[in-house]
T-cell receptor
Framework: DQQVKQNSPSLSVQEGRISILNCDYTNSMFDYFLWYKKYPAEGPTFLISISSIKDKNEDGRFTVFLNKSAKHLSLHIVPSQPGDSAVYFCAATSGAGSYQLTFGKGTKLSVIP | DSGVTQTPKHLITATGQRVTLRCSPRSGDLSVYWYQQSLDQGLQFLIQYYNGEERAKGNILERFSAQQFPDLHSELNLSSLELGDSALYFC?????????????FGSGTRLTVV
């Protein structure tokens, strides 16, 4: 039972355009969501997060949107740069307790120069 | 360098064997988490330690065990290895048991069971 789903295994975007990565979740107890970026041969790196009390969080070129009623979140990267090419993981946690993260399978983003 | 050190980076071993993966958390971090990433899978939570004590368990097999030592480094022991245990094993650390959700991950240990 996959509680966090990233249905697009890959995405290609032209440099300078917007990249939109999507994530759906099924567990209503999740109240905090994170995006991680992973380059080959490296561990995941924290990118941006959002609490369930918000519907948007912005950090530079990165914006995360949360739609609680649809149990859907998305990561927008504007403008996309070749250095953004990586695997992006969506993760969620219920907060209370151990703070373990439940990850999606990831989306490989390729930004084409 | 994230500050979380995992050794070894690569490990090749035969079925039925036992291996130990090591993790040194970022300086000052008390929590250590272990995750497994199999082919085409997301990261699966295995176990968490906080200041030497087990805090939470995920889908960790009985053949697997872990511990966190007084110096806060952690070891993940995998025994009676099977082909399906081949995966990337990541360690992550955070300052507290919770509150700071931005884990810092190590670069992982790639385990290949042949």
């Amino acid at each position: 039972d996959q509680q966090v789903k990233q249905n697009s295994p890959s995405l290609s975007v032209q440099e300078g355009r917007i990249s939109i990565l999507n994530c759906d979740y099924t567990n209503s107890m999740f109240d905090y969501f994170l995006w991680y970026k992973k380059y080959p041969a490296e561990g995941p790196t924290f990118l941006i997060s959002i609490s369930s009390i918000k519907d948007k969080n912005e950090d530079g070129r990165f914006t995360v949107f949360l739609n609680k009623s649809a149990k859907h979140l998305s990561l927008h990267i504007v403008p996309s740069q070749p250095g953004d090419s990586a695997v992006y993981f969506c993760a969620a946690t219920s907060g209370a307790g151990s703070y373990q993260l439940t990850f999606g399978k990831g989306t490989k983003l390729s930004v084409i120069p | 360098d994230s500050g979380v050190t995992q050794t070894p980076k690569h490990l090749i071993t035969a079925t039925g064997q036992r291996v130990t993966l090591r993790c040194s958390p970022r300086s000052g971090d008390l929590s250590v988490y272990w995750y497994q990433q199999s082919l085409d899978q997301g990261l699966q939570f295995l176990i968490q330690y906080y200041n030497g004590e087990e805090r939470a368990k995920g889908n960790i097999l009985e053949r697997f065990s872990a511990q966190q030592f007084p110096d806060l480094h952690s070891e993940l022991n995998l025994s009676s290895l099977e082909l399906g245990d081949s995966a990337l094993y990541f360690c992550a650390s955070s300052p507290q048991v919770g509150g700071d959700y931005g884990y810092t991950f190590g670069s992982g240990t790639r385990l290949t069971v042949v």
